[in-house]
């Protein structure tokens, strides 16, 4: 059975440095074709596809935000990490990992969520 | 980047209606277009992979399908659970992409 579950601060300051991290279960990042990815919604608003890591450690990022993102990965632990730098309140939103494969590049599991409001 | 066109946005039905949601790619995507159901306060859910693909566990109602630019999502007989927001999403290149949503209210 697969599950991820995301947490981090539920409040940061402005100018901070945000880290979200993944946790799951019922697979593994060192499996051929397993990718890990974050993705956010602020409040009313649409999805907003962030950034993917992958098995071989291959990283994506969404354009407009790459140089604020980071992901990375600790396979021992099934975790998975997400640091955005430079926070501002047009970043608060419900921030969640989900999982595809290369082979099949939908998001068939998904986190519950973890809102983080930014604000002073 | 590939930007997907959601239409409508908010549509207002009666149950048992027929819907028809329509999502619009800025180029060419193939059949790498999905769409996902999301209910208030819950995760997306993900219904049709790959254009018309259902997902296991999918109510029959639902169906997709299109390739290229132009997808559609339908249900067939709405029911009054399926008040809910519907994302289209494209995998065919990165980054990913979504649809800004379309929003059903059952009457």
């Known amino acids: 059975q697969v599950t991820l579950r995301e947490s981090g601060p539920a409040l940061v300051k402005p100018t901070q440095t945000l880290t979200l991290t993944c946790a799951f279960s019922?697979?593994?990042?060192?499996?051929?074709?397993?990718?890990v990815s974050w993705i956010r919604q602020p409040p009313g608003k649409p999805l907003e596809w962030l950034a993917r890591?992958?098995?071989?450690?291959?990283?994506h990022y969404s354009t407009s935000l790459k140089t604020r993102l980071t992901i990375s990965k600790d396979t021992s632990r099934n975790q998975v990490a997400l640091i955005m730098t430079n926070m501002d309140p047009l970043d608060t939103a419900t921030y969640y990992c989900?999982?595809?494969?290369?082979?099949?590049?939908?998001?068939?599991?998904w986190g519950q969520g973890t809102l983080v409001t930014v604000s002073s | 980047e590939i930007v997907l066109t959601q239409s409508p946005d908010f549509q207002s039905v009666t149950p048992k209606e027929k819907v028809t949601i329509t999502c619009r790619a800025s180029?060419?995507?193939?059949?790498?277009l999905h769409w996902y159901q999301q209910k208030p306060d819950q995760s997306p859910k993900l219904l049709i992979k790959?254009?018309?693909q259902s997902f296991s566990g999918v109510p029959s109602r639902f169906s997709g399908s299109g390739s290229g630019t132009d997808f559609s999502l339908t249900i067939s007989s709405l029911e009054a659970e399926d008040a809910a927001t519907y994302y289209c999403?494209?995998?065919?290149?990165?980054?990913?992409?979504f649809g800004q949503g379309t929003k059903l209210e059952i009457k």
């Open positions: 989900a999982r595809m494969t290369i082979s099949d590049t939908n998001f068939q599991y």
């Open positions: 180029q060419s995507i193939g059949r790498n």
């Open positions: 999403h494209q995998s065919n290149s990165l980054p990913y992409t």
């Open positions: 890591i992958d098995w071989d450690d291959d990283k």
């Open positions: 790959y254009a018309s």
């Open positions: 019922g697979f593994s990042l060192s499996t051929h074709g397993m990718c």
